[in-house]
């Protein structure tokens, strides 16, 4: 039984050292006029797999997301954000 378990223990540990280490990007985003464009574009992107946080900033105009790059694209989370009704591009790096 103890060598069932350490094989288990090792299956896991090789899966976890395995994981996809986050991504992050920043898109900007037009239109974004209210809290519920908020709401709206967070929904979008949960639906997305891969995407595991969002953070919509209606001022700045930006919308930041973690993402599995394994399971997503840079572009496929712009076009999202844009068919969601809010032309959406990535913004450059140090931008």
Known sequence: ?????AGMV???????AHAATPTTTVLHA????????NVTIEKALSRVPGVTSTKVDLKAETVTVIFDADRTTVPVLARTVTD????????????
Do not use: Q
């Not at 090792?10 to 976890?16: E, I, M």
């Not at 969601?84 to 931008?95: E, M, Q, R, S």
């Open 1 to 5: 039984m103890c060598i069932k378990t």
């Open 10 to 16: 090792a299956t896991l540990w090789l899966g976890l």
């Open 30 to 37: 037009a239109n974004m006029t209210c809290p519920a464009c």
């Open 84 to 95: 969601a009704g809010f032309p959406a591009t990535a913004k450059a790096h140090g931008g």
